[in-house]
């Protein structure tokens, strides 16, 4: 699916079955790629960006400070699955470590 994009950074294909075989850093940088990858194609065909990450960029800092701001406003991970889908699995993850029983930020 992505391999394509994958050569277009530069990087080689690696079939599933050989990623236990590379060096934990390398395997780890990888799978961000990977990440990134998915979440650009996401934008791609939806064109749906939260307007903080429009203004400074996809980084892990600003989708954090994003992240925060819907668990401030209380928006639930259904909410972002339908407004922002290329951001749902991060925030899924985020939603889940960080709020408490109750939905109390933690």
């Known amino acids: 699916m992505f391999d394509d994009l994958l050569k277009a950074k530069g990087l080689q294909v690696i079939p599933f079955a050989q990623l236990g075989d590379l060096e934990p850093k390398v395997r780890t940088a990888y799978l ?10 996401i934008i791609e065909i939806t064109n749906k960006v939260p307007s903080m990450i429009q203004k400074w960029g996809d980084t892990k800092s600003v989708r954090l400070a994003q992240y925060n ?5 209380s928006k639930d991970p259904e909410y972002v699955l339908e407004k922002y889908p290329a951001f749902f699995k991060g925030y899924e993850e985020f939603f889940n470590n960080r709020m408490t ?6």
Do not use: H, N, P
């Open 101 to 106: 029983r109750g939905y109390k930020y933690a």
């Open 69 to 73: 701001k819907w668990i401030f406003s």
């Open 32 to 41: 961000k790629v990977l990440v990134e990858l998915e979440r650009e194609k």
